[in-house]
């Protein structure tokens, strides 16, 4: 019996560069409005899986996500590094899922896969809230172990697993099936090999086929591993009352942008008149000395 | 009933930081809404836990005592505290945003199917109407919190849900003693009837923690570094003049992701909340993940050579030059002005 790993991952805007237009009126992210990029953690979790999957040969890696169509992107890239497959929960029924709702979500979906681990990146740069990965576990009704720095040993159905806490590490012990969720001190993820990049560069999903101008019918038929499911909330069956802005108990009360309120500042040079000034009056104001 | 909760964590038999802070904070709101001030303390060989908790301003401890119960685990922890929840109907609960509070805030908010919030700045009260509905909330927790890589602060409200729950990183809340004498009521929890086998699926093999050995957030003078410093062998001058001025050594995110520091020294939100008398920010662009987390500092001064660097705009010193220029002449001349 191959061993299934599902991997969970996002397509993040890349909150480093956030434009004015990023915000729409109700509060939410305008995702279209930024570049969207593989979530940094969600990359060390696929690594993790990829290295169990060099020590199991019979493993399996499937990368879930959730999001816009376009997020099929960050599944191909998976697959480019070893992925074997993915499925992409796509609805517009999800909009404006908070982390329950989404965790609801993908724990149907995961569901549906049966995996024996379950592995996420801790948090997505765009929330950091660390919450999607405990929630979807406490959904499935399975342990959780988080901020997995190294897995040391995987042993039939048990796993022996190096945390990173805060100030100091856990090794932990514990069955499958299991949620693991990775630190951002575990190893980034390998790089795209050539091979698989050959293989997989025409995966596509059924929205994004219809998009392409050239005929894939062929193509699917002949490579079926081409083909990315997506999941809509009936192939979910899925609770609407659960998704979206009803299903998400925490509501955007208000947004701001941040402005800095400007101070009136002493501007200096690094001559040494200016840093003599600066050091006799720090002291003379007994700041510091 | 629907008073306002904190879960207490432990290490060592003391009570963390954060959780202190946490009841501080606690005791503040309850006085606003008029209700109760209920702390969870969760572990083995408890003895005299109350006497730790009890002067921040509690009126009931609840109590799980049990060897199954330490080191913290996922599961019994989350599990005592939602079969309590059940009962108790809480109006808000607090959680530290460390390792263990952001392990167990979320898994406790999804069996109970209610709002969490993460790493909140500010807790206070407000009112609400709904849009769609004319419906009218009184007293509702903001939960405000910086998202979006800092760009933006959100104010987030849980409506229909109970508890409102939020989690708040350690140095952002105040901490103080409400009453040191003060008694209050404890109650202890059955731990045999809720935990059974299947709750106890993670074992812990080994546990390295250390005390905290790096503590900026009690001093007095910070020197931070962010990317702009260079490398770790820049940072070696920060450390020179953190010794010289009698400081600590303190870094942005950026500093931290690319290997300069020690995670333990990151300022921001998602590091420590400092407010020195005199905070020093080298090569520091002022991102509000980081601003967020020293902006109550007395004094500050921003090293750059970005005259349009963001943090220069809450400085009170602006220093346009390179870092490894400006620090040797600092302690240059605080070694002149001091002789």
């Known amino acids: 019996m191959s061993f299934k790993i599902v991997v969970l991952a996002k397509q993040v805007p890349d909150t480093r560069n956030v434009g004015k237009d990023a915000m729409k009126a109700d509060g939410t992210v305008n995702r279209s409005a930024l570049p969207a990029i593989f979530n940094p953690e969600d990359l060390h979790a696929l690594e993790q899986a990829l290295r169990i999957k060099d020590r199991i040969s019979d493993a399996e890696i499937y990368i879930l996500t959730m999001g816009p169509p376009r997020a099929a992107e960050i599944i191909r890239e998976a697959m480019y590094r070893g992925a074997d497959g993915g499925y992409l929960i796509t609805d517009r029924k999800f909009a404006g899922s908070d982390t329950l709702a989404t965790s609801y979500a993908i724990s149907l979906a995961v569901k549906k896969l049966q995996p024996h681990l379950v592995v996420a990146g801790r948090q997505a740069i765009d929330g950091d809230t660390a919450q999607v990965g405990p929630q979807c576990a406490e959904k499935l009704n399975i342990p959780q172990v988080t901020y997995c720095e190294e897995i040391l040993e995987i042993k039939e159905d048990q796993l022996i697993i190096k945390r990173r806490l805060e100030r100091g590490i856990e090794i932990v012990k514990c069955k499958t099936p299991l949620l693991i969720t990775v630190h951002s001190s575990a190893p980034t993820c390998r790089p795209r090999n050539a091979k698989l990049l050959m293989k997989y560069k025409h995966a596509r999903t059924v929205s994004e086929l219809v998009e392409e101008t050239k005929d894939y019918t062929e193509m699917m038929t002949n490579k079926p591993y081409l083909r990315i499911d997506e999941w809509s909330v009936a192939d979910l069956d899925a609770n609407v009352d659960f998704l979206g802005l009803s299903g998400s108990p925490t509501k955007v009360k208000k947004i701001e942008n941040v402005v800095l309120a400007r101070k009136d500042s002493v501007t200096l040079t690094p001559e040494d008149k200016d840093m003599d000034f600066l050091m006799k009056e720090l002291i003379d104001s007994h700041v510091i000395g | ?339």
């Open chain 2, 1 to 339: 009933m629907n008073n306002i909760f904190v879960y207490c964590e432990i290490e060592d038999g003391h009570i963390a930081e954060v959780s202190l802070e946490l009841l501080t904070k606690g005791r503040k709101l309850a006085n606003e809404i008029d209700r109760k001030l209920e702390a969870i303390v969760i572990g083995h060989n408890l003895g005299d836990i109350e006497k730790q908790i009890f002067p921040y301003g509690a009126d009931v401890i609840h109590i799980a005592d049990n060897s199954r119960l330490y080191p913290y685990l996922t599961l019994p922890h989350t599990e005592i505290i939602v079969s309590l929840f059940k009962q108790e109907k809480p109006e808000i609960a607090l959680f530290g945003a460390t390792s263990v509070g952001r392990d167990l805030a979320p898994r406790v908010a999804s069996a109970l199917k209610c709002g969490l919030t993460a790493d909140c700045t500010s807790l206070v009260f407000g009112d609400h109407t709904e849009n769609k509905t004319g419906k009218e909330y009184k007293n509702l927790l903001y939960q405000i919190r910086p998202a979006f890589g800092g760009n933006i602060i959100a104010t987030i409200i849980n409506p229909d849900t109970r508890p409102q729950m939020a989690t708040v990183r350690e140095g952002v809340m105040k901490k103080e003693v409400f009453n040191s004498t003060r008694k209050g009521e404890s109650k202890h929890i059955n731990v045999d009837t809720i935990l059974n086998e299947n709750h106890m699926a993670v074992e812990i093999i080994e546990r390295h923690i250390e005390k905290q050995k790096i503590n900026i957030k009690n001093s007095q003078i910070i020197i931070s570094g962010g990317y702009g410093v260079g490398s770790k062998e820049n940072f070696d001058m920060l450390y020179e003049l953190a010794e010289i001025i009698g400081g600590e050594v303190g870094a942005s995110r950026a500093a931290v992701d690319a290997g300069f520091v020690d995670h333990a020294r990151q300022v921001g939100q998602t590091g420590v909340t400092v407010r020195p008398k005199l905070y020093i920010a080298c090569g520091i662009s002022g991102a509000v993940q980081h601003t967020a987390g020293m902006n109550e500092s007395a004094k500050i001064i921003s090293i750059n050579n970005d005259p349009k660097a963001p943090i220069n705009q809450i400085a009170d010193y602006v220093i346009t030059g390179n870092v490894e220029d400006v620090i040797p002449k600092m302690i240059k001349f605080y070694k002149k002005n001091t002789k």
